[in-house]
């Protein structure tokens, strides 16, 4: 398929566009000025101010050159419901292909459009992307993917996840299968545990129409680092591709279970309470304009799970996300077990600490902790922590995502069953919620969050 040259956004006046899909776009535009690239809005009522969003978004990343300077050009708005067949044949009719359609909507609006489409008569190259949650359950998201792929192919969906696309995150894969001495170590035999960490100081900050229905364990759990976890411990491709990384991650996920298969023994959640985060004051999560103290949402989330492979069973997985954390981190750590031999020479009978390496999500930088001196060095045993200076990365998540679009490349796009199960899992938890053997704890806002009762 050729490059995609009209990006037509669907839900184009919501947050996502001016915010992340906009300003990735532009990052993607300066580093290929070669790239021709029409950007329609559509949405349900007129935006006068298209033109100016749009170069307000570029701005703010500082995007320049000839690729950028077609995109402001060439940039329109059409008014568009997307669960109407008129005004999405209509749409389509005038566009020439290959076109992509952006779902930057919420999945029950995207499931009716979905509908529509297949009513209709489309291009043969026609691209979906399917901003996530795909779907809102297990069920919603295998009925979503029987829908997609009645209209289109395999190859021209893109379910995005922009924490699979993150710099740091495709940093890793080059770490691991460009290197001789990590992949040897992945697996059983040496790796006591992970975590993947993604905690923020920040609150609601006015999100509760999104956020209150959804919940840290679906927002960020679900949607994002179950992914992340998924790329870490794939086996090793024979090619970094669209066919392999999504069939090798959609296995890790399909061998993923609760660690003792008991949400009361591996499931933390919580919600914030009145308190102070960098120099900003919260009131109570269920305080918070536009919030319903009935639903129960989780402000904080954290579940262990199990691999249950040859190369993983028996190491637990930690994942974890909370908002109004007070010393907040993102980061994959990978905890080595201790030597296999103890001298009796080395500190504590020998016993000394697993080597550890940390992935810092956010700015790509890599520490990895280990263990110099000895018995007969004066200075004793001291642990070191080696770190890499990182460059800023070109392009930031979303442009990321959108050159895979654009290009047609889906190897780091998730495949229907791998969204499936990650629902799966979330409805093994969600039940331990309802139930009641997972309680809500409350956490002061700027504290650590809450724990599992075995770790107070």
Same mark, same amino acid.
């Given at each position: 398929?050729?490059?995609? /040259? *009209? ?26 000025? =070669?790239?021709? #690239? ?15 969003? #749009? ?17 402001? /050009? ?29 779902? %930057? ?9 979905? =509908? ?15 901003? /996530?949650?795909?779907?809102?359950? &297990? $069920? ?5 993917? +029987?829908? #997609? ?29 460009? *290197? ?5 170590? &992945? ?6 545990? @992970? ?12 999100? %509760? ?6 919940? %840290? ?22 090619? @970094? ?12 996920? !399909? ?22 985060? *960098?120099? /900003? ?6 305080? $918070? ?25 028996? #190491?637990?997985?930690?994942? +974890? ?9 993102? =980061? ?38 280990? *263990? ?6 004066? +200075? ?21 995502? &959108? !050159? ?16 499936? =199960?990650?629902? !799966? ?32």
């Amino acid at each position: 398929m050729d490059s995609i /040259k *009209n990006l037509v956004i669907l839900g184009a006046t919501g947050d996502l566009t001016s915010r992340l899909l906009l300003p990735g776009l532009a990052t993607l535009l300066t580093a290929q000025p =070669e790239r021709q #690239v029409t950007v329609i809005g559509a949405d349900r009522q007129a935006d006068e101010a298209w033109e100016q969003t #749009v170069a307000a978004a570029f701005g703010t990343v500082q995007a320049s050159g000839p690729a950028v300077d077609y995109a402001l /050009k060439t940039s329109s708005f059409t008014v568009c419901d997307a669960t109407s067949a008129t005004d999405l044949q209509k749409l389509l009719d005038e566009l020439a292909s290959p076109v992509c359609l952006y779902f %930057a909507l919420p999945p029950q609006v995207t499931m009716k459009s979905l =509908e529509v489409l297949n009513e209709l008569n489309l291009p043969e190259d026609l691209v979906l992307a399917l901003e /996530k949650p795909i779907g809102h359950d &297990l $069920e919603s998201a295998r009925e979503l993917n +029987r829908l #997609v792929g009645q209209l289109v192919p395999e190859s021209q969906t893109f379910r995005v996840d922009h924490f699979l696309n993150m710099p740091s995150v495709h940093s890793f894969t080059g770490l691991r299968f460009a *290197n001789r001495m990590l992949e040897p170590l &992945l697996n059983r035999e040496h790796v006591e545990s @992970i975590e993947i960490n993604y905690d923020e100081t920040l609150g609601l900050e006015g999100r %509760a129409g999104f956020y209150d229905s959804s919940g %840290a364990l679906r927002d960020m759990i679900q949607s994002h680092l179950l992914q992340v976890m998924a790329l870490v411990m794939m086996e090793p491709p024979s090619r @970094i591709d669209a066919v392999e990384l999504p069939a090798l991650t959609a296995h890790v996920l !399909r061998s993923t279970r609760l660690w003792d298969e008991d949400p009361a023994r591996c499931v933390v959640r919580g919600r914030y309470t009145a308190g102070e985060t *960098n120099g /900003k004051k919260y009131p109570d999560y269920i305080s $918070e304009p536009g919030v319903d103290p009935e639903k129960n949402t989780e402000t904080f989330a954290q579940v262990t799970l199990e691999v249950d492979s040859w190369r993983w069973t028996g #190491v637990p997985v930690t994942l +974890r996300s909370g908002k109004a954390i007070g010393e907040p981190c993102k =980061e994959l750590v990978i905890h080595f077990r201790r030597p296999a031999h103890e001298y009796p020479q080395f500190p504590h009978d020998g016993r000394v600490s697993g080597d550890r390496l940390r992935l810092l999500l956010k700015s790509g930088q890599l520490e990895f902790e280990l *263990n110099v001196g000895g018995p007969f060095d004066a +200075r004793g045993m001291n642990r070191v922590t080696a770190q890499t200076d990182t460059a800023d990365p070109i392009l930031s998540s979303y442009g990321n995502v &959108l !050159r895979g679009i654009l290009d047609a490349d889906a190897t780091f796009s998730v495949r229907g069953d791998a969204s499936e =199960e990650c629902w !799966r899992l979330i409805e093994e938890i969600q039940r331990g919620f309802d139930d009641g053997s997972v309680p809500l704890q409350d956490y002061a806002a700027g504290s650590e969050g809450p724990r599992l009762p075995t770790e107070s």
